[in-house]
Structures are given as structure tokens and as C-alpha cells.
């Protein structure tokens, strides 16, 4: 083992910070999705944590940032999505399917939920095109992907672009009504959900 | 043609009571739906159809019940859509569609918007039961017609909880995408998500 020295290197002291930084943005993430980013304030944030708003400045610069900050997790989770799937072996549908199914999961998590709950209208407009320009991201890979599907042959030729309003939606959709506290696992919902949209609702021979 | 008699009738007066209220819903739906609810004063409200903030008080309380007001027109629609779906002729299939493509419209009109974009989070404590109990309907109704369309056999078995989360979302997800100024009519938009929805994005043979 090391010795224990009681001065930490650079390095200690920049993963302490950001692990610091980390622990306000999950607090602050869950009270925005249970009473609403509005109805949240700092303070509490900070007492959740039992420390004083003045801590959390020294990491964050005020209520916008933090709010950016978890929106931007939510994003760059779906982004990595998309990245992991689009690695993945196999045809269009395969990895179509497995960029959806973790999409569904994100928006069943803290950040993703943030994403969808509190979202546009809260950031202020400094913040926007940041935001934009994540989104517009997503939509692109998915669009793509569904492209690619549809090339291979390995789903049905579908209006691409009313198909990723389609698909996003519906798996959006459960950061509204999922309930963290449910029965079912998160997995187990997401790959249901994602049946129902590939295999749609008309009986197949 | 009648005699125009300066004094109006009871009922006339009545009539030009719920068309005034009915503007001035009107107009801040729209301005709700545009800039966001937070954004929104009654007074710019009343200073776009050329009237008083004082004027809109004769018809409406607040500002939280013109939310209210305007959130129970558009959950109102989508039950009357149920109503009407419900009472077509043909299989469980044809009447879930029926149903689908007219929710899908309204979340594409003023007040389906308004339900979606500005919602829950910003309705007061004492709305919200009434909130809850009309969505709490809307999801009955749906549940039922997927059911009924299951017992029929004219859709494929699906776990009905989740199928009404998937249809619900993908479908009320044009109230935040949707642009009124955008080329596709929106009956067409409608047409083509729920084929989408129905017919699945698997290759059928």
C-alpha cells in the first residue's frame, strides 16, 4: 500500500473536484425530476447534501449552469448511444434496435428524465444553441440509422423523417410516466416498448 | 331578416360572454405555446387582442385558470376523440386507428399543444386533481380500444399498459416538433405516424 500523505497530488485534487461537482449535479438532477426545476432551489440542493449553497458555487456558477450541466449529461448519454450501437456488428435493424432500447432505458434515468421533464423552456437563452446542437446530434444519428435499416433491407421503407419523430417520442415518453420506484425493470420495459415498435400492432402471418 | 333591437337577449349576451372568454383563451394559447407559459402576462394576453388586463378578469380569474382552462379544451378533445372513435362501425383495429390519427391531430393544434408543452409542472397544486382525472380517462379509453382490438383479433397480442404508454407518447410528442407554418398537412402527418405505429418498422412479406 501507499503511504498515506496528508498532501494530495494534483491529480487527487482535480478527480475530488469533479467527483464534488458530480455529487451536486446528481442532487440537484433528482429534485428538478421530483418537484420540478422551478419549485428547486439551490439551497436545497445544498442541504440535501449538508452543505452550504455557498460549496456549490465553487463548482458551479448558479441554478442555469447546473441545470445545463445535467441537461448536457442527459444528451451526451444518448450521443453514446448511438456511438455504442452504431459499433456494433450485424445489420441496420440490430443496431437500430439496440440504440433505441438504451435511448428508452436514458430517458428512464435521472439525466435522460431531466432532458425531457424540465427541458427546453427552462434553459435560458444563453444556453439554447448548445442544447440545439446536441439534439439536432440525435436526430441525425437516428435518422441515419434508420436510413442505413432501410438500405439493408432489414426494416420496411418507413418516411425516415416522421419515423424518428415517431420512435423518439414514444421512448421519450417514459420520463414522464416511469416510475423509478416501479416493479418492472427498466430493461425489461425498454425492450417491450421497442418490440411494439419494430413488430407493430397489425398480426403477422 | 329581424329587426336589430339594440337590447340583446339573455341568451345573446350569454353567447357574446363564452365567444369574449373563448378569445381570450385563444390568444393566450398561442402565446403560451410560443414563448412558454413562465413568459407569458396576462397582460401581453390582453394587449394582443387590444384590450385591458382588467377586461380578461370579467371572464377569467387568473392566470392559472387560463392554463387550466386551456389544458381542460385540449384534454377534453382528446376524450371526444375517444367518443367518436369509439362509436365507428368496424373492427377494434379500425377504431384504435380512428382514434389515433385524430390524437396525434389534436397534439398538433393550439390547445393538444398547450397540454404537452407547458403541462403539469406549471399548473397549481388545486388544478391538478382535475388534471389527473381527465388524463386518467384519455389512458382508460385508450387501454380499452388496444384491448378490445386484442379480443378481436384485428391487432396483435401486445402487453397493453406499455402498447398505450408507446402510442401516447410517439403520438403526443408532435406537440413539441410540429411546426404549424410546415408544408405537410397535418391530417397527412397523422396518416403516415399511425401506419407507422400500426404497421411496424419489420419488413412484412
Not at 458530480?22 to 422551478?38: K, Q
Request: proline share 5%; glycine share 6%.
Amino acid at each position: 500500500m501507499q503511504s498515506a500523505s496528508p498532501f494530495r497530488t494534483p491529480a487527487q485534487k482535480e478527480a475530488e473536484r469533479a467527483a464534488k461537482r458530480d455529487a451536486v449535479l446528481r442532487a440537484a438532477v433528482r429534485m428538478f425530476n421530483e418537484r420540478g426545476f422551478h419549485a428547486t432551489s439551490l439551497d436545497d440542493v445544498a442541504a440535501s447534501l449538508g452543505i452550504s449553497k455557498r460549496t456549490i458555487y465553487h463548482y458551479l456558477a448558479n441554478k442555469d449552469q447546473v441545470l445545463l450541466e445535467c441537461i448536457t449529461i442527459g444528451l451526451h448519454q444518448l450521443l453514446e448511444a448511438a456511438a455504442e450501437a452504431r459499433r456494433e456488428p450485424g445489420d441496420g435493424r440490430h443496431r437500430l434496435t439496440r440504440f433505441l432500447r438504451r435511448y428508452a432505458e436514458v430517458n428512464m434515468e435521472d439525466f435522460g428524465r431531466c432532458v425531457i421533464r424540465t427541458g427546453v423552456e427552462a434553459l435560458s437563452p444563453e444556453s439554447l444553441p448548445r442544447y440545439r446542437q446536441l439534439k439536432r446530434e440525435i436526430d441525425d444519428a437516428l435518422r441515419t440509422m434508420i436510413q442505413e435499416a432501410i438500405d439493408d433491407g432489414s426494416i420496411a421503407p418507413v418516411d425516415v423523417k416522421l419515423a424518428a419523430f415517431t420512435l423518439a417520442g414514444a421512448l421519450n415518453w417514459p420520463a414522464r410516466w416511469h416510475d423509478p420506484d416501479g416493479q418492472l425493470p427498466v430493461e425489461t420495459i425498454a425492450v417491450t416498448m421497442v418490440d411494439i415498435l419494430t413488430g407493430g400492432l397489425d398480426p403477422r402471418p
